[in-house]
């Protein structure tokens, strides 16, 4: 038996053209995108006007292939496939980031 998920949808807008996006996620009003496995930067884009805020740079990530965040805890959760773990950050900018390491 095969599960099936169908979303529709419209495109509301097009980001500016880089490298390939590895994991998108929002929160407060912040679109959060990877782009590159290796850049240890995660771009912040206003939810609004889709104008780039920032680059927060993550340090200790070699590999970053997934993000979502959580409302309730507001943070960030960092999958990063070479070291098999889940990271969780402070997601911030006015706060010193905080960084927990979960192996999976």
Partial sequence: ?????????NVL????????????????????MLRDKSSQQIEVYDTQTYRLLQKLTVPRFSAMNDIVSCAHN???????????SIN???HLPSHSSHLTSYAV
């Fill in 13 to 32: 807008h097009t980001l500016h053209e880089g490298n390939a996006v590895f994991g998108v996620t929002c929160l407060d009003n912040r679109l959060y």
């Fill in 88 to 90: 969780t950050s402070s």
């Fill in 74 to 84: 507001r943070c960030l959760y960092i999958a990063d496939a070479n070291k098999a």
């Fill in 1 to 9: 038996m095969y599960d099936c998920v169908v979303a529709v949808g």
